[in-house]
């Protein structure tokens, strides 16, 4: 694979020449959003400038344009995960709605008490605290596949779990906070062999490496645009046809339906079934140039590039003594981000000082709670790697620890 021309890349993010206090912005929190080519801006701006109207097939030109665009952005994406059409493509505000449209109109009404919905101790609060409230109002049971001290799923826990009383299993593709990539093939594999829905939580998968939903066979599959050099405000729900054709609508309002009388209403055609009101157009439009755009460098290079930087910054990590580090060694099963902790010095405090230095990382539990639990501590230091970043970058990290440590020490 031929390496990224980083400094080439850069110059197409204005926000990463910033400056503050005359240091230069040093960005290393992809994990919680990405930040935005020019190519993504423009083509948002150009919409709004030139095309921007409501969609749903207006009579008038904008109104056509806009729809086309709306509609091709789903056809865009469809095709960067191997999903079969646009139909099976939904466009939602993010991840966590994506969660949740399954999470209301497939487990509310499906469930049933004494069924169990199988999830990882590893789960994001989008997935983790959405289907414990659908535990609680189905009396379906939740249970956790364990991560053990390595940071990866226990496979045998995972078989035991998932039998006949499962009737979904949940699982993220990539940990936010360990890094960890789950072998999510095998856990859809295990879920269809006992009649349960396997839905993946893509949102830290799809922006960093190339992904097949067909090869992976999740019944459904989410993510979000801002995290893949997208916009905000716009998600995707990927669900196999035949389950999305079968499932009620989540929301309910104009541009959904068939046929309105005032006793009852019947649904529309995917995906727009699942896409009432006034949609994420712009979003989209800006969605489908990200898509463009990651493509063109290709996710192969951005993966090899972030995992080089993700495995030089864990190695300078672990050479620190009094760092240590969550998740599993670099390697196939680790993707590019690192959380850590420095030995007497709290997550928050360290963060605060790398911002000293113009540096963005973040701390906190990364909306995972019950895994810091696990874990055995309060809050984590993480650092996530991009298209962008570069060794120099990840040196000036390293290198910041000391002043926590005199600090703090
Ligand atoms: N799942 C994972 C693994 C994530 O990393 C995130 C974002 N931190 C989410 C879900 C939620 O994404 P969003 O905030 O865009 O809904």
Not at 327 to 338: A, F, I, M, N, T
Request: hydrophobic share 40%; with cysteine; glycine share 8%.
């Amino acid at each position: 694979l031929e390496p990224l021309d980083v400094g080439a890349i850069r110059e197409e993010f204005p926000v990463l020449q910033r400056e503050f206090d005359g240091q230069q912005v040093v960005y290393l929190d992809n994990a919680a959003t990405t930040q935005t080519p020019d190519a993504v801006v423009d083509a948002m701006s150009d919409y709004y400038r030139e095309s921007n109207a409501n969609i749903h097939r207006g009579i008038h030109h904008l109104s056509q344009e806009a729809s086309i665009a709306y509609e091709e952005a789903h056809d865009r994406v469809a095709e960067f995960i191997g999903a079969d059409g646009r139909e099976e493509i939904v466009f939602t505000k993010n991840t966590t709605e994506s969660e949740n449209l399954v999470a209301y109109a497939w487990g509310l009404n499906e469930l049933d008490p004494g069924e169990k919905i199988v999830l990882t101790e590893m789960e994001h609060h989008a997935s983790l605290v959405t289907w414990q409230q659908i535990g609680e109002r189905t009396g379906a049971d939740v249970e956790y596949v364990r991560v053990d001290d390595d940071g990866r799923l226990d496979l045998d826990h995972a078989r035991e779990l998932i039998d006949d009383d499962a009737a979904i299993v949940s699982a993220v593709h990539v940990s936010n906070t360990l890094g960890t990539v789950n072998p999510v093939a095998e856990l859809a594999e295990l879920a269809h062999e006992h009649d349960a829905l396997a839905f993946v939580d893509g949102a830290q998968a799809v922006p960093n490496r190339p992904v097949d939903v067909a090869e992976i066979d999740a019944d459904f599959y989410a993510f979000s645009g801002h995290k893949m050099a997208g916009p905000t405000g716009i998600g995707v729900l990927y669900g196999k046809r035949e389950l999305l054709e079968e499932m009620e609508p989540f929301l309910y309002g104009g541009g959904m339906i068939r046929k309105v009388t005032f006793e009852e209403s019947t649904w529309g055609d995917l995906p727009w079934k699942f896409e009432p009101g006034t949609p994420p157009i712009a979003e989209a439009v800006g969605l489908h140039a990200a898509v463009d755009w990651l493509e063109e460098i290709g996710m192969e290079r951005i993966q090899a590039h972030e995992e080089e930087i993700a495995r030089y910054a864990y190695e300078r990590l672990e050479a620190e003594e009094d760092v240590e580090i969550y998740g599993p060694e670099p390697g196939p099963d680790r993707g590019g981000l690192v959380s850590f902790n420095l030995e007497g010095v709290h997550a928050h405090d360290l963060t605060s000082i790398m911002n000293d230095h113009t540096i963005a990382v973040r701390a906190g539990d990364h909306c995972t709670q019950p895994l810091h639990d696990r874990l055995g501590v309060p809050a984590s230091t993480r650092a996530s790697f991009y298209v962008y970043n570069t060794r120099e970058e990840v040196d000036k990290l390293v290198d910041a620890l000391e002043d926590a440590r005199q600090l703090f020490a």
